[in-house]
């Protein structure tokens, strides 16, 4: 397809197992982002990969979290001993930073429930 | 430390009437700035841009304004319609080094009613 994609849509897990997200970005992008967003807040910047460069990690709330973009393209964002409170809708976002800032195209999001 | 606020946490508003959000920033190095919008159990969808160096941009029913000098953006949807009602984020970023990245704001949910 054209767009971003994210699977699962869905995710339920036990409380303390991994779960891994995936990403696949628009063909071409060199930006990649994830954010979260929790019940009722905005979306939570997590990380962010641009080309070669080295990923910007300031936003991983834990080191229970961790993402990799292989080959510049797909990513998986992994989450280690999942919590309650990593209950959320994670959504990827790709963007094109070659000919100048454009904007960021958003997945559907995976809604990931910890129970 | 929130870089893009977005202060109003929600805005009703009736239809055919005029939608005002505001969004305020505080790093000066951000120069490009953008509103999506999204509905519930979907991604974020790219409704308009600006650059710093304009000061108004202007896409059919949709108006982002900039004041650079008072960090300051909003967006005008007029007139609005009831399928405007979603949440609407604002966010700021800058070409390169550590603020090339998207910042958002928390979202303003709008409600146009009929």
């Known amino acids: 397809g054209a767009g971003v994609s994210q699977s699962p849509s869905n995710k339920v897990t036990e409380k303390g197992k991994d779960v891994e997200l995936r990403c696949d970005p628009i063909?071409?992008?060199?930006?990649l982002y994830w954010y979260r967003q929790s019940l009722g807040q905005g979306l939570e910047f997590l990380i962010y990969f641009q080309g070669n460069s080295a990923p910007d990690k300031s936003g991983l709330p834990s080191d229970r979290f961790s993402a990799e973009r292989t080959g510049g393209s797909v990513s998986t964002l992994t989450i280690q001993r999942t919590q309650q409170e990593d209950s959320a809708v994670y959504l990827c976002?790709?963007?094109?930073?070659?000919?100048?800032?454009?904007?960021?195209?958003f997945g559907q999001g995976t809604r990931l429930t910890v129970v | 430390d929130q870089q893009v606020k977005q202060n109003s946490p929600s805005l009703s508003v009736q239809e055919g009437r005029i939608s005002i959000l505001n969004c305020d920033y505080t790093n000066s190095m951000f120069d490009y700035f953008l509103w999506y919008k999204k509905y519930p159990a979907e991604g974020p969808t790219f409704l308009i841009s600006i650059s710093s160096i304009k000061d108004k941009n202007e896409d059919g029913r949709f108006t982002v304004f900039l004041n650079k000098s008072a960090k300051h953006l909003s967006l005008h949807i007029v007139p609005s319609q009831p399928g405007d009602s979603a949440v609407y984020f604002c966010?700021?970023?800058?070409?390169?080094?550590?603020?090339?990245?998207?910042?958002f704001g928390k979202g303003i949910t709008l409600s146009v009613r009929p």
């Open positions: 966010a700021a970023t800058a070409p390169t080094g550590a603020n090339s990245k998207l910042t």
């Open positions: 976002a790709s963007s094109s930073l070659g000919q100048g800032l454009t904007e960021a195209f």
């Open positions: 063909s071409g992008h060199t930006a």
